[in-house]
């Protein structure tokens, strides 16, 4: 199990003149075909699910913070951004 996006250390920035709706960053994973639905976690804080092929959106908010995906054998992954 690997995150595939977003890569870590990667810095975003907020657009401001954008609405917030519209400014949201794909999570995705690579996983093999066991893996089952990856779980997606921000700050600790439970986002969504997904199947290893598909993403989930997560709306950016200024801060750093702490991505994980864990997926149905227990495996984990995390990456550390920035938004600024």
């Known amino acids: 199990l690997a995150i595939a996006n977003p890569p870590a250390g990667a810095v975003y920035l907020i657009d401001p003149t954008l609405r917030s709706e519209y400014q949201a960053l794909p999570?995705?994973?690579?996983?093999?075909?066991?893996?089952?639905?990856?779980?997606?976690?921000?700050?600790?804080?439970?986002?969504?699910?997904?199947?290893?092929?598909?993403?989930?959106?997560?709306?950016?908010?200024?801060?750093?913070?702490?991505?994980?995906?864990?997926?149905?054998?227990?495996?984990?992954a995390e990456v550390s951004i920035l938004v600024k």
């Open 27 to 76: 999570l995705r994973a690579t996983a093999d075909a066991r893996a089952g639905m990856i779980e997606w976690a921000v700050d600790g804080t439970r986002l969504g699910a997904s199947p290893a092929d598909e993403a989930v959106q997560w709306p950016l908010t200024s801060g750093t913070h702490r991505i994980t995906a864990r997926d149905a054998r227990g495996r984990v």
